[in-house]
């Protein structure tokens, strides 16, 4: 059983630029949700996916945008990048019907310029 | 707005002592509350929860207790281990649709050998 991949790992750019970060849930889990950690903050909640609906989302602007797929990989894509989209974007795979319990993947760190 | 808050953000222990975490939060609504540990380079790895009906829960070196009246939660680890030396997050689900997790902002623990 795989965890809970993302690409790239690491990735420069540069302001007004679009963005696409890519996350494969673990196996069997239908439920996607990717979170920004500003350095030395806590994870802070975008948006969740449910079997490809937009199930819930954070305080982020709609240039913030997300797909999840029929295998249940999925993608976050922000548009218009600004200075303080600058962080780790971490990716959390679940099971929709389990209580809080999230697996996540290791992030995209995210630097723009 | 911070709901929950993380008013350490660091820790020293010596091995074989007691580590304790502290967390506050001001929504009445979280329904469960859970610890996650972080290692640079990893994304989370969840580690212990306790819904919101319960005052304590206890999984091996790892115990978390809610004082709901106060409106916080602590984890307590003993014995403390070296390996144990990562970031600390709580977090707070609520009652809404996608569940989401409301994170603190960490505290560093420190487990010295």
């Known amino acids: 059983e795989t965890g809970v991949t993302q690409s790239p790992t690491h990735l420069i750019k540069t302001r007004g630029q679009q963005v696409t970060l890519r996350c494969s849930s673990q196996?069997?889990?239908?439920?996607v949700s990717w979170y920004q950690q500003a350095l030395g903050q806590g994870p802070q909640f975008i948006f969740q996916?449910?079997?490809?609906?937009?199930?819930g989302r954070g305080n982020f602007p709609p240039r913030f945008s997300g797909l999840q797929f029929p295998n249940y990989s999925s993608e976050l894509n922000v548009n218009a990048l600004e200075l303080d989209d600058s962080a780790l974007y971490l990716c959390?795979?679940?099971?929709?019907?389990?209580?809080?319990?999230?697996?996540f993947g290791p992030g995209t760190r995210l630097l723009v310029l | 707005d911070q709901q929950v808050k993380q008013n350490s953000p660091s820790l020293s222990v010596q091995e074989g002592r007691i580590s304790i975490l502290n967390c506050d939060y001001t929504?009445?609504?979280?329904?469960?509350f859970l610890w996650y540990k972080k290692y640079p380079a990893e994304g989370p790895t969840f580690l212990i929860s306790?819904?919101?009906?319960?005052d304590k829960n206890e999984d091996g070196r790892f115990t978390v207790f809610l004082n709901k009246s106060a409106k916080h939660l602590s984890l307590h680890i003993v014995p403390s281990q070296p390996g144990d030396s990562a970031v600390y997050f709580c977090?707070?689900?609520?009652?809404?649709?996608?569940?989401?997790?409301?994170f603190g902002s960490g505290t560093q623990l420190t487990v010295l050998p």
């Open positions: 959390a795979s679940s099971l929709k019907r389990e209580v809080g319990t999230q697996y």
């Open positions: 196996s069997g889990h239908n439920t």
């Open positions: 996916y449910y079997r490809e609906e937009e199930n």
């Open positions: 929504n009445s609504m979280f329904d469960y």
């Open positions: 306790i819904s919101s009906i319960k």
């Open positions: 977090a707070a689900r609520d009652t809404g649709s996608a569940r989401q997790l409301t």
